[in-house]
């Protein structure tokens, strides 16, 4: 309970300037406040003319932001000194003819038509109607406020407040309501509200892939193999080229997937959010920032990958056709002096390369995409409080909560990425080593239609097609994990609350009337 003298104190203070002043809480207090500065009447007389409004809103109530407007209008009028000293009751039926009508009139048109005198469904997408989440958003803002217009184009926030109730009835609503959500169907949805499930799940993939696949950058794979024999004496492994250095630009790059996923989200998003400047600037803006952050992460690359070789090695003879090489190279008593320093600067850009790369998928796994690059500020225009108070409040965790929380989904993803790499990734390089290796003479193979084109590549067909199976288990094995430990964690909370998990179903249903009774009746 907050004292009345400091809540009046809390009403009068200024400073808009301070953040704390501007937040949901901070409104809330304010709300109290007045609530406890008005009389027992008063606090009657609001709640008696809400009832009135919600009672004979009609379709109107599934929009409670305009009903709250109505409300504010109403409640002004009925506060000014002209409602209080009028003598004569209002018309019967003038909050339905002059306010409820000419909304659901709107709201009507906007999904009916009338053809040979029938009310006929029109034949127009979602994404062209305006809904009732279209009016709701109108009321979310100042300037959603300032759209409010009469046919002369003179605003309805110009009015003075106790006049804006006998205004009402001449609002062209038309020209008022504008559409601030497309509602298409289409798969993009998959990109624009899921790229974060596409992020941590496909760069995670490329880096396991690419570190165990090192048959593609390193041509001595098979000797750095504990158990294979080719190039050993008595099971020695031979001094042998260090190939870190396209490792970790080869991964880092592929980590590219993760600006890419999120470029094509927002460009997605474009189609779904409307053309105004506010948003088309917000978007374009992050469109920008990503375009730039994929090419930081590859650029890199272009430059490190010609001299990732080890220059310490004669790797002169060495054939990349063939499948393995049978001999170590010849280590260098006096390599070039200006090569080695090269190679050693490429490999300490591959690895920050690669730490860059890591840090960014972590950001752009956990973080939304609505709040990327975007300042939290506490205006309360449309960009600032407002939005996140309707589209993003979400309720607080508590400390054991969140904890919980945080604990279900680190088990989770500590377990599918342990248990993916071993059996997913590692196991799939063998099939993944022959197929990429596998050579075919064109001649050998030709087709009627395409000549030798497909089935000379056949062999990197099948392989896109198993890596697409593979990336699909690597999604499940997600599902799979979710599974196990939502079942441990719900086992342990029913523990924790004292339920048996034992207990039948039909038990808890069969009883459950007599507890309502007992709860509550």
């Keep these: 309970h ?52 919600w009672g004979e809103a009609g379709n109107l109530r599934y929009t409670p932001e305009l009903l709250c407007f109505i409300f504010k209008v109403a409640e002004d009028y009925a506060k000014s000194p002209a409602a209080q000293q009028r003598v004569e009751p209002a018309p019967e039926g003038e909050y339905l003819c002059n306010i409820v009508c000419p909304l659901y009139n709107f709201l009507r048109d906007e999904g009916y038509e009338i053809v040979n005198g029938k009310f006929l469904k029109r034949e127009r997408d979602h994404a ?46 038309v020209k008022s309501f504008r559409k601030t959500y497309k509602e298409r169907r289409t798969m993009w949805h998959f990109m624009t509200n899921f790229s974060r499930i596409w992020v941590m799940h496909i760069t995670v993939y490329w880096y396991y892939i690419i570190y165990v696949a090192n048959f593609i950058y390193d041509p001595f794979f098979e000797m750095h193999d504990v158990q294979s024999t080719v190039g050993k ?41 409307p053309a105004n400047k506010h948003t088309q600037r917000a978007l374009w803006l992050r469109v920008l920032l990503f375009i730039i952050i994929l090419g930081v992460e590859i650029a890199p690359s272009f430059w490190v990958w010609p001299i990732g070789d080890d220059p310490n090695f004669d790797l002169s003879k060495v054939n ?31 690895i920050v390369q690669f730490i860059y790369s890591v840090l ?7 973080m939304p995409p609505t709040l990327m690059f975007k300042p939290r500020k506490k205006n309360r225009n449309s960009r600032g409080l407002i939005n996140r108070t309707f589209a993003g409040n979400f309720p607080p965790l508590k400390i054991a909560a969140r904890s919980i929380s ?69 999604f499940l094995d997600t599902y799979l994990w979710y599974v196990i430990w939502n079942t441990v964690f719900s086992v342990a909370r029913s523990f924790y609350l004292g339920v048996s998990i034992w207990t039948p179903w039909r038990n808890v249903f069969s009883r459950l009337p007599k507890r309502i009774y007992a709860k509550i009746l």
Aim: glycine share 4%.
């Design 2 to 53: 907050i004292d009345p003298k400091q809540q009046h104190e809390l009403l009068e203070e200024e400073g808009a300037d301070d953040p704390k002043k501007d937040t949901p809480t901070a409104f809330v207090e304010k709300w109290r406040a007045q609530m406890n500065s008005m009389s027992q009447y008063e606090r009657a007389r609001q709640i008696a003319l809400w009832m009135l409004l």
């Design 320 to 350: 990349y056709d063939a499948v393995y090489q049978s001999k170590a190279p010849t280590k260098l008593k006096t390599p070039d002096a200006s090569a080695v320093s090269k190679w050693k600067a490429a490999y300490a850009v591959a």
């Design 128 to 173: 062209k109607t305006i809904g009732y989440d279209d009016v709701n958003e109108l009321f979310w803002t100042p300037e959603g406020l300032r759209l409010i217009k009469f046919d002369d184009k003179s605003l309805l926030m110009d009015v003075a407040p106790h006049e804006r109730w006998a205004r009402m009835k001449d609002v062209n609503w």
């Design 233 to 273: 004496t008595n099971g020695t492994i031979p001094d042998l080229p260090n190939q870190d250095a396209k490792r970790y630009t080869l991964m880092a790059a592929g980590s590219a997937l993760a600006p890419l996923v999120c470029l094509v989200g927002t460009l997605a998003e474009m189609t779904f959010v």
């Design 360 to 366: 960014l998928t972590m950001f752009l796994s956990l």
């Design 406 to 474: 945080l604990g279900l989904w680190g088990a989770i993803f500590l377990c599918k990425y342990i248990e993916s790499y071993f059996f997913l990734a590692l196991s799939f390089k063998d099939p993944f080593r022959w197929l990429y290796q596998f050579k075919l003479e064109p001649e050998k193979c030709t087709e009627k239609f395409l000549n030798s084109y497909l089935c000379a590549n056949q062999n990197y067909i099948t392989l896109a097609f198993m890596l697409l199976l593979d990336l699909v288990l690597f």
